[in-house]
């Protein structure tokens, strides 16, 4: 029998109920723009950033200057990935270190 299976039937017989996973849910961070820019997510999904640009890029939580520390990539070059669990609903803003001058922002809500 599987783990997972066995799993299963000890928290059932303990009368628990298993949640599914999460989504994994995409944004892209290209040259000076974050695509897409806004993105609905539920409690409990993943967004992963990807770099698919030539300059280095960062996703930092807050607004342009202004981290709250909620999250921060650091600075990721093509082909690099972050990614982040949204364990409460509302509204995060983040944006590039480099770009966010530059209008290089997003936000997720995440309900």
Excluded at 51 to 57: D, F, I, V
Excluded at 64 to 81: E, N, R
């Amino acid at each position: 029998m599987k783990a997972s299976t066995l799993l299963g039937l000890i928290l059932f017989g303990l009368g628990c109920t298993t949640t599914p996973a999460g989504h994994n849910r995409q944004v892209a961070m290209e040259d000076f723009l974050f695509a897409p820019e806004s993105l609905e997510v539920a409690v409990g999904d993943t967004v992963t950033w990807t770099n698919q640009g030539s300059y280095q890029h960062s996703t930092t939580s807050g607004q342009p200057g202004t981290p709250d520390g909620k999250w921060d990539s650091g600075l990721l070059g093509h082909g690099g990935a972050f990614a982040y669990v949204f364990t409460s609903a509302g509204n995060y803003h983040y944006y590039c270190q480099v770009h966010g001058a530059l209008g290089m922002k997003g936000v997720i809500s995440a309900k």
